[in-house]
Each structure stands twice: as structure tokens, then as C-alpha cells.
């Protein structure tokens, strides 16, 4: 009933599953990115975040090759009413409003640009749209997360030929952009199994 006052109705029943992922993908990225990643001593340069997010691209990228941008709207839309709400819960008030912020504009954008270049070969539309999003949505994720917090510190980078002191979160959003890169093009692989078996069954 719900869904039929709001027009969500005609919507093909594969779309609520990508509605129930997005809202998971989310939330479980909302409560990572406050862990830093300790594995190998990149506690500075990395969260469990970075590992989980990627996944919302991946969700938004099938949704608009098989149902269309509309389709994939409703899907950001409804997932980030969700994960937004779940945020307040499991994770802190600034990050819930950082993630829904940056999720909003980032998938948003991810659809707009991937419905441009669909015509081109299958890999072009999902690849570039994952990148050009991801690095808007790290920009304002990490900027309104974390930017200004007094309980985190600043640490020194050492880039091989200079050293310099900035705030942690700094590197956690450079090096969180670079690992959404390397997931970007592994994704094409699930991206492209996914058409196809749901191409095959129709």
C-alpha cells in the first residue's frame, strides 16, 4: 500500500532487492569507516569502510543497464532515506549526515552519467561513472565527517621525497579514493555476470 501511494508500485521485484542491498551496503560502511584499517600498519592511510562502499555503485550501475535511470533513482532514493535513518542509529549524527549527504549526490551523479554513456562498450559506462562518483562522494564524506575533529590527530606522510604533517582523515580519504579505483575495474567483472544472468532469465 505504501509503495503504491508513492509510485513504487510498477516496479520490477529484482528493484527491491537493490533497494534492501543499497540500504545494507550503506549502513555497514557508515559503522566501518569509524575503524581504522590495521592490517599492516595502515591504520593512518585506511578504514573498513573503503572495502564495503564500492558495493553502492555496483548496485546502482546493474539497476540502471537493466531497469533505466528512473528505476535507479528510486533505488538511491529509497536507499538513502534507510541508510540515513539506520545511520543515526548504529554510527554518530555527523557521520550519518556526511554519508547521506555524499551518498545522495554521489549516486545521483553516478546515474546520470552512466545512462549518457551506455551506448558505448559495456565496461566504458560503469567504470567511469563509479570513478567520477566515487570521488565526489569521498570529497564530501570525508570533508563533512571528519574535517575539524579535535579527537583526530594529525600524523606525518612520508611521500619518499618529502614529508609533511596533516590530519589523519586526509589520508584516510586519498588512499580510500585509491582503493575505490582498484575496486572499480574488479567490479566489472560481477557487473557483467549480473547483466548477463539477468539478461538470460529475462
Do not use: C, H
Not at 549518457?116 to 566515487?134: C, D, E, F, M
Not at 564524506?141 to 600524523?155: H, I, K, N, R
Amino acid at each position: 500500500m505504501v509503495f503504491s501511494l508513492v509510485g513504487f508500485s510498477d516496479l520490477p521485484r529484482r528493484v527491491y532487492a537493490a533497494i534492501a542491498a543499497m540500504g545494507v551496503i550503506v549502513l555497514a560502511s557508515n559503522i566501518l569507516v569509524q575503524y581504522p584499517f590495521t592490517p599492516f600498519g595502515l591504520e593512518n592511510y585506511l578504514t573498513w569502510g573503503a572495502f564495503t562502499y564500492p558495493f553502492a555503485f555496483l548496485v546502482t550501475d546493474v539497476t540502471t543497464r537493466l531497469y533505466g535511470a528512473p528505476a535507479a533513482r528510486r533505488v538511491v532514493g529509497v536507499g538513502f532515506i534507510v541508510a540515513v535513518v539506520l545511520s543515526y542509529v548504529f554510527a554518530t549524527p555527523r557521520i550519518a549526515v556526511a554519508s547521506g549527504s555524499a551518498f545522495l549526490v554521489a549516486q545521483m551523479l553516478d546515474v546520470f552519467v552512466f545512462d549518457r554513456l551506455r551506448q558505448n562498450a559495456w565496461w566504458i559506462a560503469p567504470l567511469l561513472s563509479t570513478l567520477i562518483g566515487a570521488a565526489l562522494d569521498t570529497m564530501i564524506f570525508f570533508t563533512g565527517a571528519f574535517a575539524g575533529d579535535p579527537t583526530l590527530p594529525s600524523v606525518p606522510y612520508d611521500l619518499g621525497f618529502a614529508v609533511f604533517e596533516a590530519p589523519v582523515w586526509m589520508g584516510w580519504a586519498v588512499v580510500d579514493y585509491m582503493v575505490k579505483l582498484g575496486l572499480a575495474a574488479f567490479m566489472l567483472i560481477p557487473f557483467r555476470l549480473l547483466i548477463a544472468r539477468a539478461l538470460t532469465r529475462g
